[in-house]
């Protein structure tokens, strides 16, 4: 009798599915959230491609200008996605946490070789065996770069860049070495035990500029907790009044997971104004 009943219910069901008519598809079209183009760089001698978020009233508001956020590692499936995500989300006009902003993705070829300068350590040697040539990346950022997103996009001055691991490596170095390429450096997870730490002690060059810095960092081993703190203490000790640093330890996050949530607190502490 059970099973007469069940199967009498099953059917009932079946055919009332069967009977209800399933919603026409009206129209289908692809979503698009930036545009992907590729430029020749004479500086690296290869072809690099940029993912760009554009802020959704870009095209209609043709006097409008935008602040730029330069992001390392900015593949589609490395970090443009989720970074362009929280620039749309803290853009809003009801949450205000940074101004509109154009997102510039640099997608990656060889990182090892792009992001680190040359080391005198044996291991990283063998483990980078490309490494090396940061030199030249920076390069294709200050004299290429910049200026094709400056003359094919409005653009304000107000530049930032985000890195993190070998991508914080490169941003530090970027602060020390060439700190009037940025306005904002928001370095997450830096791997400064490159070359056996020793971009630590180098004296960064001064600037006269205005600049916000924040770091962070997980919970990622002595090394790497013990170096981001001594970036942002180095830092501190020679602070000028033009310059806002912050320092992040992210206790519940790792090193694969930590940029997410660096990025929105650093947004918060370097744009974000009281709401009226």
């Given at each position: ?24 598809k009206?129209s ?18 290869e ?8 802020p ?27 970074i ?16 509109e ?23 990283d040697q ?14 294709f950022i ?13 653009t304000?001055k ?15 170095e970027i ?20 070359n ?7 004296v960064p060059t ?10 962070a960092?997980?919970?990622e ?12 203490d ?9 310059t806002?640093?912050f ?14 949530m ?14 009226e």
């Open positions: 009798m059970k099973q007469t009943l069940l199967g009498f219910t099953l059917l009932l069901i079946t055919t009332l599915s069967r009977g209800q008519a399933l919603p026409e009206i289908e079209s692809d979503f698009s959230m930036g545009k992907s183009i590729q430029i020749e760089s004479a500086v690296l001698e072809t690099r491609d940029l993912n760009i978020y554009l959704l009233n870009y095209a209609s508001d043709s006097l409008k200008t935008y602040p730029v956020i330069y992001l390392l590692d900015g593949s589609k499936d490395e970090d443009f996605i989720h362009s995500g929280i620039v749309q989300f803290g853009s809003f006009s009801w949450i205000r946490m940074l101004p902003s154009i997102v510039v993705g640099i997608g990656n070829g060889d990182r090892k070789k792009d992001f680190t300068f040359p080391s005198q350590n044996k291991q063998k483990e980078f065996p490309t490494s090396g040539k940061s030199k030249n990346f920076i390069a200050e004299k290429e770069l910049q200026p094709f997103i400056a003359s094919n996009y409005r304000t107000t530049k930032t860049i985000i890195g993190q691991s070998l991508g914080g490596l490169l941003a530090t602060l020390f070495k060439k700190p009037h390429l940025f306005n904002n450096y928001i370095i997450v997870s830096p791997s400064l035990w490159w056996d730490e020793k971009l630590l002690d180098e001064a600037y006269d500029t205005p600049k916000s810095i924040y770091i960092g997980g919970k081993g002595e090394i790497m907790e013990r170096t981001a703190k001594e970036l942002f180095k830092l501190s000790a020679n602070k000028k009044d033009n806002l640093l320092y992040d330890f992210l206790e519940d996050k790792t090193h694969g997971d930590a940029l997410h660096a990025v929105y607190r650093a947004f918060e502490n370097i744009f974000k104004s009281p709401k």
